[in-house]
Every structure is written in structure tokens, then in C-alpha cells.
């Protein structure tokens, strides 16, 4: 089984590339029906969605699509005590837009759920969430996914571009962590 190390831990092999892509194919081409026609905005969030973003918009073909690259940014407002998130880079005028939100993973769902309420409030005519990997065991909040790739366990995962700590997103397969 292959392993690697990062920092303080190993990881072994849990989804090998191959799998990784079909997954990603399959959600291609249901969006490529869905979206015909609809002009979308793929909002990818960075960092560990790159490299999901870039497998999956090279497979979307609807030549009028865009893609856009957005952050979530912390800060400590004013008014404000707990980590607020905010989403920063977003240029393109998002009223009326049909938007499609590219995620790396889903696991307890806060993530996901706070860009959503940030990208209603710019009213865009329709958002959807499409997202690699979902840990149906982790979430809680309610979220409606529109395209999931693979369910996982609970178990922390790095690769295709996730991270531990910085390392492992140059990763081709998905590692799942070894308690040891
Ligand atoms: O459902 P949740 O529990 O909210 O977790 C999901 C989020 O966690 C990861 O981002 P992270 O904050 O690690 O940033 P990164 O993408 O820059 O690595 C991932 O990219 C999702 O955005
Ligand atoms: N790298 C990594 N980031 C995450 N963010 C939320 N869940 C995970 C996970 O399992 N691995």
C-alpha cells in the first residue's frame, strides 16, 4: 500500500487518480445538459479546489462559461467576536447569474453554507453547489449539494490538492490518515 509522510503523520492510499477523474467525467457531463444554455459562472474556492476546478472546467463544453477564482478571508470585524469568513476576489457582477460553486470537499458543511448566504445576498438567479468529496457523517449543517463526486468516511484526507499543513496538494492520488 502506498504511504507517505507529512510532518507528524502518514497517510496511505485511499482513492487512486483514475477513480478521482471518473467521478469528475460523470459530473462533466451532467452539467453539460444541465447548464446548456445558462451561461454559468463557475466560482471556484481556493486554495484546495484548483485542482478539481481545472479537471472539470477542461471537460465543460458550454463555450459560454467563465470561471472565476475566489478566497475566503478571516477577519476579526468590529463589531464582530467570533472568525468571521469573508468571501474576497469575486469581480464579476453576480445579479442574475446562474452560479455554480466548485468546491475540493464538503465535511461538516460550514463552509459551503456561509458562501452560499454571501452569494444570495448578490442575487444571483440560481446557485448551485458541486463539490469532489462530501463526508456525509461530518455535516452539520444542511446543505444541498447539486453534484457530488464521492462520498468518504469521517477520516482526514490529503492529495489532489488538499492539504495537511501546507503539504500533500500536489498529491495526483487522495491519501486518507493512518492513526497510529
Ligand atoms: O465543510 P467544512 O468543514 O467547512 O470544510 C470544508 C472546507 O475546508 C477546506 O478548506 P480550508 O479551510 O482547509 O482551506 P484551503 O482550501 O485553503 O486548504 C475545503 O477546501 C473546504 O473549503
Ligand atoms: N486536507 C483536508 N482539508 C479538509 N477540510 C475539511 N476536511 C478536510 C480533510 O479531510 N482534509
Redesign the pocket.
Known amino acids: 500500500m502506498k504511504k507517505v509522510k507529512i510532518h507528524d503523520k502518514t497517510f496511505q492510499l485511499f482513492i487512486p487518480y483514475e477513480k478521482i477523474r471518473a467521478s469528475i467525467e460523470l459530473m462533466a457531463e451532467k452539467m453539460n445538459k444541465d447548464l446548456a444554455d445558462k451561461n454559468p459562472l463557475f466560482i471556484c474556492?481556493?486554495?484546495?479546489?484548483f485542482m478539481f476546478a481545472a479537471e472539470l472546467f477542461k471537460r465543460i463544453d458550454l463555450i459560454n462559461s467563465e470561471i472565476s477564482f475566489v478566497k475566503l478571508a478571516s477577519y476579526a470585524g468590529e463589531h464582530t467576536t467570533g472568525n468571521v469568513k469573508q468571501l474576497i476576489g469575486l469581480n464579476e457582477k453576480i445579479e442574475g447569474r446562474t452560479v455554480v460553486v466548485l468546491?475540493?470537499?464538503?465535511?461538516?458543511?460550514?463552509?459551503?453554507d456561509n458562501i452560499q448566504d454571501q452569494l444570495k445576498k448578490l442575487k444571483p438567479k440560481e446557485v448551485s453547489v458541486a463539490t469532489l468529496l462530501l463526508k456525509p457523517d461530518?455535516l452539520i449543517k444542511e446543505v444541498e449539494l447539486d453534484y457530488v463526486g464521492l462520498e468518504i468516511p469521517n477520516d482526514f484526507i490529503v492529495g489532489y490538492g488538499?492539504?495537511y499543513d501546507g503539504y500533500g496538494r500536489n498529491l495526483i492520488d487522495i491519501y486518507s490518515v493512518v492513526n497510529e
Open positions: 474556492v481556493l486554495n484546495g479546489s468546491e475540493d470537499i464538503v465535511d461538516s458543511g460550514i463552509t459551503i461530518a488538499l492539504d
